[in-house]
């Protein structure tokens, strides 16, 4: 009894890890057409800060909905959270952009913008888009 137990125990495991497995690679897989979408999105940001972060974000949010995740950006963001190379900087740039969208009167310079950018992009390649 305590053998046939253990092996249906065994067995129940290895069933979850290839799911998860399963489900994690199902994420990995990007379109060429989604990779040309957010390529020429990228391509085309606001030359002004404020808009040019806005729009990054929006292009974050929907490449991890194209690898999967759902919820709001953060829910996604905390799914994902291990595949980031920096995490911190992720976030960073994310609540740059919750500032400008929630705060009167934000100034943001050019030198700010660019290091949110930068991680935002670095976000989605990490992701495997190649911007």
Known sequence: MTETYITI?????????????WTQSKRRKI???NQKRLKNH?????NDPKNSILEADK????GLKIKGYKGSLGEKLKQAGGLFSNENNV???HKQRNRIAHELNIKISEKEAKIALGQFKQALNDLGFKL
Do not use: C, R
């Open 91 to 93: 976030w960073a740039a």
């Open 9 to 21: 125990v065994i067995l129940g495991a290895l069933i979850l890890m290839g799911l998860a497995f």
């Open 42 to 46: 990228w391509e085309n940001l606001p």
């Open 59 to 62: 292009i974050l949010d929907e």
């Open 31 to 33: 379109s060429k057409n």
